[in-house]
């Protein structure tokens, strides 16, 4: 039970000097990876540059304690910094301090809702977010997030506004190009790229930001036009109560929402991703509360939200960590690197970050995955690109639930129209196995027509069910034997319709048997009252037993002159 509310202690007896050794060199690669990328996610949410290193602080570790996976690492990432910077900016200007006050309240009722899903065991919630809508979110995300950052790499004043606005604002105002700026933005972008290419093992953000500022200091880019980040406090994450007033939960909440299930999709997929590689279970609903109490903790120390990171769970794995206490030391290791170089920060020029968020915006889209979603499915197609555009034009918040909804839509489409077969033995086979007489041109009982439903019975699916069992009604047959192995699933509007095709059946003078039923779907149809409706002789734990008794109601006339003898009782009965 202790381990429940308290999952670190699952891993606790764990720790050993060797694993502290790994731990700590991992959380050492972690902090100097994560410093740049504090920064620029900081830029891309519209908070003050300290902001996302205060959240790669203190999210990380509440994370690491109460989540389940070994490796992942929380903190301040692309999307849920865009999703933040769109949900706020419209009622507040970026930095201001009304801003980040509405970002502390906005991060708080993310981790609440968090919280309160994973208490309910609602992990599985992430599973109806198909891939094809995260990739679509993601890419979309990482063109809004470029598009953001091409003032500062261009040196033209974008107004806040539209996708469509900017990109009006950036095209008239390319002649207006400052080729100070532009040089800075692509010698950190190029010199990123070549040490990522050459070098792998050097912090390729960090160097880059490092070249570009010495770049600025060689132009004196201070008098030509060159922003410069300016001086961090030398100060650890501070205290503050976030203002959750009921008028900011009104005006937050679906955006909050929004935010929180995009937070958990993350964490839980990266958590999963790397699971696959050390054979690690991942508990959705630990993962849930595990991130949902980060980022409640987190808004009362100046953290914006947070989530899992692709980036950085991924170098933590590679660099040999072997428990969540990585994560902690490289949120210790960021608080000591901040009091050393916070004052370095003071010639940090803001193209060098533009540069260094392009490239991080490019990384973001996962190439190979929109390949694979054209190549493979018209229906991802739609889904990934009706995400991505919303995602684009719509506000942030509801791209996600358009992906979600055309997602359902689909799988409702696809679910509601499960197989109905006409089977029938076929004699040429030693075992006689079922098969499809539509494929197999075998004879059928003139008595007794025998189907197989492929598919799960519920609402969606009953009309076109039942205009498929209708239409097998043939003059001679006055019995129907279904085959119900491949019922998933029945709800009530599947039940009534069996119940209804055993009255028509009836009236016909026969009767409709059903056999093979799955556990799941005897249980409901007992609890229901279905099965005795439908009555308890006409249930068949397999077919042989069915035919067997069936068989045996059969008008032995019409047996007698039938020459297809097609079940192994017509011989026996001669």
Known sequence: MSFKFFPFLAWAGMVNKDTLKADSMAGLTGAIIVLPQGIAFAEIAGMPPIY??????????????????????SGPTTAISLVIFSAVSAVAEPKSADFIALVLAITLLAGIFQFILGLARMGTLVNYVSHSVVIGFTAGAAI??????????????VPTGKFIEKWKHII???????????????????????????????????????????????????????????ELPTKLPPFAIPNLSFHNFENLASNAFAIALLGLIEAVAIGRSIASKTNQRIDGNQEFIG?????????????????GSFTRSGVNYTAGAKTPLAAVFAAVMLMLILLLIAPLTAYLPIPAMGGVILLVAYNLIDWDGIRHIFKASKRETIVFSMTMLATLFLELEFAIYIGVIFSLIFYLQATSKPRVVSVAPDKTDVKRSFVNVDRVPVPTCPQLQVCRIDGPLYFGAVSKVGDDLTNMLKEDEKNILIIGNGISLVDMAGAELLETQAKQWQDKGGKLYLCSLRLQVREFLQRGGYKEIIGEEAFFETKEDAIKAIYKDLDKETCAACERKIFLECKEGE
């Open 52 to 73: 996302g290193l205060y959240t790669a602080m203190i999210t990380p570790i509440v994370a690491a304690l109460f989540g389940s996976s070994k490796h992942l690492i």
């Open 144 to 157: 809004l997030i470029a598009t953001s950052q091409l003032k500062h790499v261009i040196g033209v004043d």
């Open 172 to 230: 008239m105002g390319i002649g207006d190009t400052n080729f100070y700026v532009l040089l800075i933005a692509m010698v950190t972008l190029v010199t990123a790229l070549l040490i990522k290419r050459f070098t792998p093992k050097i912090p390729n953000l960090l160097v880059a930001m490092i070249v570009g500022g010495v770049v600025t200091w060689l132009i004196d880019g201070s008098k030509n036009g060159v922003e410069l980040v300016g």
């Open 291 to 307: 991130q949902g109490l980060s980022n409640i903790v987190g808004s009362f120390f100046s953290c914006y939200a947070g989530s």
